[in-house]
């Protein structure tokens, strides 16, 4: 069966093409701001584990079932990348955290998206995101590394600000990670950490 799910994963993996939602952006020290246009995701509920890989591949074949017709409508459905898993981590070294897996819905299914069990919509205003890009393989140790890294290098911005007043509390700990690669690709493979927030209209992204 492990291996039934690593093919399937291999095989959904190849199928994933570059996301066609648009983003205008602004680059800063170890940092991008980027400002997403609304957007529809499809998305798991959130699974709770200790490990980020092992619920991000739960996530993903839970998706690969609703790409190909695993949903009300048997609609087979053009995956799109990144693949990204929300994190919510917690409290202690050793508690489970909350992960969500999702992946950006065609432009041709963003105004009815089929439903599916298991699976929900989250529709995205315009939203703005703070990214850090790394390289190599994610892992249960370096992503916390990399968000760390992230928020690091945001310090006394108005973007930490308006993080800060976006989450409250969570500003620190909720963040996204964004995959684009196959696991099966070993070179030049591009990952990021995402911290998403709101912010006033004056303050533009260019």
Not at 46 to 55: A, K
Not at 66 to 92: C, F, H, L, R
Not at 93 to 113: G, I
Not at 150 to 156: E, V
Request: proline share 5%; net charge negative; with cysteine.
């Amino acid at each position: 069966m492990a291996g039934f799910s690593m093919l399937k994963l291999s095989f959904l993996l190849t199928l994933l093409s570059s996301a066609n939602f648009e983003a205008s952006k602004s680059i800063g020290n170890g940092y991008e701001i980027r400002r997403y246009n609304s957007s529809v995701w499809m998305s798991t509920y959130p699974i709770q584990d200790i490990s980020l890989v092992d619920s991000t591949r739960i996530g993903f074949l839970q998706l690969f079932d609703y790409i190909q017709g695993k949903n009300s409508y048997k609609e087979a459905i053009e995956m799109t990348a990144p693949v990204i898993t929300e994190v919510s981590p917690s409290d202690g070294p050793f508690c489970e955290s909350s992960f969500t897996v999702s992946f950006y819905v065609p432009k041709e299914n963003q105004a009815d998206p089929p439903p599916a069990k298991g699976l929900h919509v989250q529709r995205w205003k315009p939203t703005y995101v703070a990214v850090r890009q790394f390289s190599g393989f994610v892992t249960d140790s370096n992503v916390g590394e990399e968000a760390a890294a992230l928020q690091a290098s945001l310090a006394d911005t108005i973007w930490a600000a308006a993080i800060e007043k976006s989450h409250g509390v969570d500003s620190a700990t909720v963040y996204t990670v964004a995959q684009y690669n196959s696991p099966f690709e070993f070179d030049n493979r591009v990952n990021e950490i995402w911290m998403q927030f709101d912010i006033e209209d004056e303050l533009v992204v260019v």
